[in-house]
């Protein structure tokens, strides 16, 4: 599904704030993670709290979608929660530990590779884009410069 410019730019500045909210992300619950002693109690308060705000988010936009909407769903799109909770549990717990921009900059490695893979083999019903040699040549750029950026420990 291709998008117009301009709706691209809005996107990709939207997920710019985003990107931005991450390590901002990792030090709010790392702190919280430490001030109550327990990354794994500060990652379940969390998805209380998160809990909560997407119930309002869904509410604010149509309610809960038809039951109907639910039936054929491949049970493999639900470990998207697997990974969520994974994520913030081990930057709650990394992030005090190794620093939050170095946990942070192995997260987006993983991600690059991932994304490059994902699209290339169309995975998990995303739109295929195969990886030519200068998208390659894009990922070892970042891997290195995320390299480059983190910080020694």
């Known amino acids: ?45 969390l998805f209380c709290f998160g809990l909560v705000l997407s119930f309002g988010l869904m509410m604010a936009n149509g309610g809960f979608p038809a039951i109907e909407k639910f039936r054929g769903i491949p049970p493999y799109f639900y470990l998207g929660a697997l990974v969520v909770v994974s994520y913030i549990a081990s930057i709650t717990w990394a992030g005090p530990r190794i620093g939050v921009g170095n946990a942070v900059f192995f997260v987006l490695l993983g991600q690059v590779v991932a994304a490059a893979t994902v699209d290339h083999f169309g995975l998990l019903s995303a739109a295929q884009a195969i990886v030519t040699p200068r998208r390659l040549m894009g990922v070892a750029v970042m891997a290195l410069g995320i390299y480059l950026a983190r910080k020694p420990v």
């Open 1 to 45: 599904m291709q998008s117009n410019p301009a709706s691209f730019v809005g996107i990709a500045a939207m997920m710019f704030v985003v990107g931005v909210s991450i390590p901002l992300m990792a030090a709010l619950n790392g702190g919280l993670g430490r001030q109550i002693e327990s990354p794994y109690a500060a990652t379940f308060l």
